[in-house]
């Protein structure tokens, strides 16, 4: 089985909200990135109108921080780095500022998925890549459907943690079935958002994305992955927009973005210690059934319901695979083992 050894991505998403509850207004968040700014940060406006964004160098490396396309969504980005010391020296360099300038101006880092309470009020902003705000516009009046997961302003409220990985795009054609085959395992191990509204599930955010991207056949877990390969294979490594879970970013590069946005340093590292478990044991997976992948995921989003002996095969796989991945993420792999085993026990 081939080892990881190339770099590795992460992307935190918090929402920043008032102490009622709801998304700051431009003022307020203006204020917050300005008191980065006062500690020595770099400002910087990316968009027009600007989408506020912030940046310090930690061990000779960038760290950025910038508002998503809503003002209560904070991207918290990670150098490339291969070490989890590495890791632990962009968190502690970051995010206890961010809470602590928070803090300061009566508002919440809001470390979780989703907010219980959806906040009213959104400011949204035009990407640099979308300057007549044609996709903002698309987004916002795509097709309503009758569903408890469905509102336009849902996906301003969601927050993931993103990792990115090195690998060439033949590989991560080759490997997405096996990759998809572990999908259930991430709502089952990593979900931080499970009352939303009036709703109850075990991981909510990841059904938000099947209702409100709905009309996009291959958002979130696609509904046919053998097209998804297919339009994938046709169009490139750079041809276009996906919505999926799993995503090329170039020609050599990965990302999963299925995961909840992780609350603490450890549960980032569990994270990272899965993927790259997954890319090994995915090959080792030589054909899935993609719609009984499919069930298993959304079902497990629904209410935490999953068999057994499912996971323990492929908590066989991650146990080979844990030895194959770098030396410094070990300790966070059996962490996953150790959740597994436990999952396994409680079902």
């Known amino acids: 089985m081939i080892s990881y050894a190339g770099r590795i991505g992460i992307e935190a998403e918090y929402l920043l909200l008032t102490s009622q509850g709801q998304a700051p207004a431009t003022e307020l968040l203006t204020q917050f990135y300005q008191e ?47 070490k989890f010391e590495e890791l632990r020296k962009f968190w502690e360099n970051s995010i206890p500022v961010a809470q602590e300038i928070a803090d300061s101006l009566d508002l919440s880092l809001h470390r979780q998925a989703v907010y219980p309470a959806v906040p009213v009020d959104f400011d949204y902003r035009l990407a640099i890549d979308d300057p007549d705000g044609s996709r903002l516009q698309k987004y916002l009046n795509r097709p309503v459907i009758d569903s408890p997961y469905f509102a336009r302003n849902y996906p301003a409220a969601i927050c993931a943690a993103q990792v990115s990985l090195d690998l060439t795009f033949e590989s991560f054609l080759d490997l997405l079935p096996g990759l998809y085959e572990f999908e259930y395992l991430v709502p089952l191990l990593f979900t931080t958002g499970r009352e939303f509204q009036t709703q109850s599930n075990f991981s909510v955010r990841s059904l938000i994305i099947q209702n409100n991207w709905h009309d996009v056949v291959n958002a979130g877990f696609p509904a046919d992955l053998a097209g998804l390969i297919s339009e994938l294979t046709q169009r490139g490594p750079t041809g276009g927009r996906h919505l999926s879970n799993l995503v090329p970013r170039g020609a050599n590069r ?14 980032l590292a569990k994270l ?43 908590r066989e796989l991650f146990r080979e695979a844990c030895l194959n991945i770098p030396q410094s993420w070990q300790k966070a792999g059996q962490t996953v083992l150790e959740a597994m085993e436990s999952l396994m026990q409680s079902r």
């Open 36 to 82: 980065f700014v006062q500690r020595g940060w770099q400002a910087e406006s990316a968009d027009t109108p600007p989408r506020l964004v912030v940046k310090t160098r930690i061990e000779n490396s960038e760290f950025v921080l910038k508002n998503d396309f809503a003002t209560c969504i904070l991207e918290f980005v990670f150098p490339p780095f291969e």
């Open 254 to 267: 990965i990302e999963f973005r299925s995961a909840d946005t992780q609350p603490d340093l450890e549960s």
């Open 272 to 314: 990272i210690a899965f993927r790259l478990m997954s890319l090994t044991a995915a090959q080792q997976v030589q054909k899935i059934d993609s719609e009984i992948a499919r069930t298993h995921f959304l079902r497990v989003c629904q209410d935490g319901n999953c068999d057994p002996c499912r996971i323990q095969t492929h």
